[in-house]
């Protein structure tokens, strides 16, 4: 079956790294998306995985392995306004629009 | 306008209304898409349409019922709706077939049904 599992919540501090994991399970894979979601607004697209490795943009970075069904998004220099939801997302083939969400993680940043 | 935007923003209906929600998209994407999102559910794809030809329908009640008149409109007509369709209805875009293809979504519409 298809399953993507993420924490449900996180905290941590002004300034600090945090590390958001996600595990999925599909019966293929094309590709893994994060989005950011602030409470009552729209998802905002953040990063794409499709080879194995890290991609970093700014304070954000994403890694994937596909051997081990595994991606992370790493915050650095944590910001208030990093406070929101983060949704891991998986395109199981190039032919389809569909993609797969985990629940997402609530990221709570404190000063 | 920009990007994706929905009307209305928040909605509130009884089970034997009929209502439709709008979305439109200033991308110039040719993929449309149609999300439930329940409290603590993962984002539920309901619809796709690609080249205005719907592409998914992802086992959603007749209920929900949508239409992609050109590239630029997406609707969804809901009527006899149930207390557990309550939810942030969203609506996203793409350019399908371009690399990442990452979508990109409108705001919301609240639903509330009584």
């Known amino acids: 079956g298809q399953n993507i599992d993420q924490p449900t919540e996180m905290t941590a501090t002004e300034g600090a790294i945090v590390q958001i994991n996600c595990t999925y399970q599909?019966?293929?894979?094309?590709?893994l998306f994060w989005y950011q979601q602030h409470a009552g607004e729209a998802p905002t697209f953040l990063s794409y995985?499709?080879?194995?490795g890290l991609e970093e943009k700014g304070r954000f970075s994403s890694f994937l392995s596909r051997s081990k069904g595994y991606s992370y998004l790493l915050l650095k220099e944590l910001q208030m306004k990093d406070s929101a939801s983060y949704l891991c997302?998986?395109?199981?083939?190039?032919?389809?629009?569909?993609?797969?969400f985990g629940t997402g993680t609530r990221l709570q940043v404190f000063p | 306008e920009t990007g994706v935007t929905q009307t209305p923003r928040h909605l509130v209906m009884g089970m034997t209304n009929k209502k439709s929600l709008k979305c439109e998209q200033h991308?110039?994407?040719?993929?449309m898409y149609w999300y439930k999102q329940s409290a603590k559910k993962p984002l539920e794809l309901m619809f796709v349409?690609?080249?205005?030809?719907?592409?998914e329908n992802n086992s959603v009640p007749s209920r929900f019922s949508p239409e992609c008149p050109n590239s630029s409109h997406l609707f969804l007509h809901l009527h006899t709706l149930q207390p557990e369709d309550s939810a942030l209805y969203l609506c996203?875009?793409?350019?399908?077939?371009?690399?990442?293809?990452?979508?990109?979504f409108g705001p919301g519409t609240r639903l509330t049904v009584t």
């Open positions: 599909t019966s293929g894979f094309n590709g």
């Open positions: 349409y690609s080249l205005e030809e719907r592409v």
């Open positions: 991308l110039g994407h040719n993929a």
């Open positions: 997302a998986v395109r199981e083939n190039q032919n389809t629009d569909k993609l797969i």
């Open positions: 996203a875009s793409s350019q399908r077939l371009a690399g990442a293809d990452e979508q990109y």
């Open positions: 995985n499709v080879l194995d």
